[in-house]
Each structure stands twice: as C-alpha cells, then as structure tokens.
C-alpha cells in the first residue's frame, strides 16, 4: 500500500510540475501579437551541441542560410571534422544568400573548404555560375561583363578556363538595332593543366 501511495504522489507531483513548467516556458517563448517570432540568427546544432547551420549575417555582412560540417565521421559517429565558427565564410560548405549589396548568390565548397560552384547574379541582375576543380576556376557561364559592367552588358559565354574552348554570343548595336552573333573557339595547342 506504501508503494502505491509513493507512485500516486509521484504521479500527482509529475503532472503539476509538467504543468507549471509548460505554463512558465509557455510565457517566456510566446511569439508576438501578430505570431512572428523575431531573432537575429538562428542556429542548428548537432548531437553535443556544435553549430552545423546558421541563418543569420556572416564575417562578411551577407545575409546567409548556411550549412558546415555536421561534424560525423562516415557511417555517422563523432567526433568527425571539427564545425567550425558558420560566420567565418571559410566554414561555410553551403551557403545561399544575399550579398552585403543585396545581389543574391550560392556557394558550395568541396571537403577542402575550397569554392566548387559559385551562382550569383550581376548588379545589373544577370547571371554568372563559376565550377572549379583544387587549382580554381574551370567553366564559367553566363553574362560576359565587360570593363564598364551595365544593363547593356549581352554578351553571353560558356568558356572552359584555362581557355582552350568557348562557344557563346556577342550582342552589337547598329542603327538603334540589337544583333547578335554567335562564335565558337577551339585552341589547337595543348595547355599544361594548372
């Protein structure tokens, strides 16, 4: 009968806890009237607490959703690589955002840290993706920008760096006309891989 009693007061005293304590953290973490939840980042840790995500402003004033090492070795234990500080854009694996000037980009880096894919667009709202291997960039496409980067910048390129291989087309205005034409260039010689 003794255990019995002890397991009701143990009962009893469990539930007013759970329900004091949802009430008082209830309070603390209401969102606001209109149901916004107002933050100057966000964080998403791992299993011991690491940052492995971040939504928030970078070292560089970007404004970045951005994802670093979750670090798991494969097949998913700990400790793998270290993550390190998401605000430092070295750290950042993936990062998609808006530049401190507004224009939006990607990035992806490889396990080197090293850039592999970068997508953003020109001031002037066109776009321009870079692919790169470890010794840099190797396939540009998108807008050709020119000494004096503008909205009449048209020129548009896929170009294989070092390079050995571009096709893409030149805009030209003659007349209050637009025309465009297209090339193809294919360098015979070889070209020692950087």
């Known amino acids: 009968m003794k255990q019995f009693i002890n397991l009701a007061a143990a009962l009893a005293a469990g539930l007013i806890g759970g329900i004091l304590g949802t009430r008082t953290i209830g309070t603390l973490h209401q969102p606001g009237e209109n149901g916004t939840i107002r933050a100057r980042s966000f964080e998403l840790v791992n299993e011991v607490g690491q940052t492995i995500s971040l939504w928030g402003v970078d070292n560089n004033q970007n404004l970045v959703l951005t994802f670093g090492s979750r670090g798991l070795l494969k097949g998913g234990s700990l400790p793998g690589r270290t993550p390190g500080n998401l605000r430092d854009p070295d750290n950042q694996v993936t990062a998609i955002g808006l530049q401190a000037n507004d224009m939006p980009w990607l990035k992806m880096s490889g396990a080197d840290k090293k850039t592999r894919v970068r997508l953003y667009l020109t ?33 548009w390129s896929l170009v294989f ?8 087309l030149h805009a030209e205005e003659r007349g209050g006309e637009t025309y465009v034409q297209g090339g193809v260039l294919v360098r015979p010689d070889k070209l020692k891989y950087p």
């Not at 496409?141 to 909205?151: A, F, M, N, Y």
């Not at 760096?161 to 893409?168: D, H, L, N, Y």
């Open 123 to 155: 001031m002037d709202g066109k776009p321009i993706m870079l692919m790169e291997d470890e010794t840099g960039p190797r396939l540009c496409l998108g807008v050709e920008q020119s000494d004096t980067p503008g909205p009449n910048d048209n020129d």
């Open 161 to 168: 760096k070092p390079e050995v291989a571009r096709i893409g």
